[in-house]
């Protein structure tokens, strides 16, 4: 652990220490993927444990993600059935209401009515946020793999690209309507909700966290266990192996993921791991 930083209960940022019984240490880190440019400096905690990391690890190897795969796996398994549309899956008065909402962002749906519910809104996510004024390009992966790729330091991925849209895909076509009407939802409250939710996230207040990022599943459980809880538990043997290694390692992922019960902080807890939120001495 980098000497001139502390772990406590308070600290004032989205960083967690988590000390092994090695020698080494686990920074798990919560982000935001995406940010807005005026206001893209990441918390001190992140450049902390970034200095003292031997190795970045992320949900995706941002260094070796090959910007064909997604739209590969899309094209293999984004599509619907054949005499299948978004009309008639989604019935006809839901249809026309997520409709308006798309065209509000440029994108009908009869355009993408071959597509399946997942895709759609993996489609309409970019156009969100340039809607929104945030940049993919400065969201907390982003910053630290250039910072990473410069400084020569090892990336890893926590699940491949195929394995991330493969969670979607595997969804039960009722759980993706009800994603892709979150997503489209999202859009009219996200002036607001978003600025709150990057705002308690700077801060480390893990309960605001989860009363603003779980609440959007707490209708749709089927779709939480899908995209959070299942992915955390897949991911809690690779973060025990960093934890058992000698050296240190930057384990960074959305911030949902550290949250709530089922949360990577809760799942920690319960084998008598308690991470420590990072704060400079």
Not at 20 to 43: E, F, I, K, R, W
Not at 60 to 77: H, I, S
Not at 99 to 127: F, K, M, T, Y
């Amino acid at each position: 652990m980098l000497a001139g930083a502390t772990a406590r209960a308070d600290g004032a940022g989205p960083v967690w220490v988590i000390q092994g019984p090695n020698g080494g240490t686990v920074y798990l880190a919560g982000s935001v993927h995406v940010l807005d440019p005026a206001q893209s400096d990441l918390p001190a905690g992140f450049d902390i444990a970034y200095r003292d990391a031997e190795q970045l690890v992320m949900e995706l190897d941002f260094d070796d993600l090959d910007e064909t795969a997604a739209g590969e796996y899309l094209a293999a398994n984004g599509l619907l059935g054949e005499g299948e549309t978004l009309r008639t899956l989604l019935g006809p008065a839901r249809f026309e209401r997520l409709d308006r909402e798309a065209r509000a962002l440029g994108l009908p749906l009869d355009s993408v009515a071959a597509l399946e519910p997942w895709a759609v809104a993996i489609a309409l996510l970019p156009i969100m946020f340039v809607k929104m004024g945030l940049d993919p390009a400065m969201g907390v992966e982003q910053q630290l793999t250039a910072r990473a790729l410069a400084d020569a330091k090892p990336i890893g991925g926590l699940e491949t690209i195929e394995e991330q849209l493969g969670v979607l895909d595997s969804l039960a076509y009722a759980d993706q309507a009800a994603f892709l009407e979150q997503t489209l939802r999202d859009l009219d409250v996200a002036p607001t909700e978003v600025r709150g939710m990057i705002d308690s996230w700077r801060r480390a207040d893990t309960r605001a966290l989860a009363d603003q990022l779980l609440d959007e599943f707490r209708d749709a459980p089927a779709l939480y266990r899908a995209l959070v809880t299942g992915r955390n538990q897949r991911w809690m043997p690779q973060i025990l192996e960093f934890l058992a290694r000698p050296d240190d390692t930057l384990v960074v992922v959305g911030a949902m993921h550290l949250v709530g019960e089922e949360g990577l902080l809760e799942l920690l807890a319960a084998r008598g791991i308690t991470p420590q939120a990072l704060e400079r001495e």
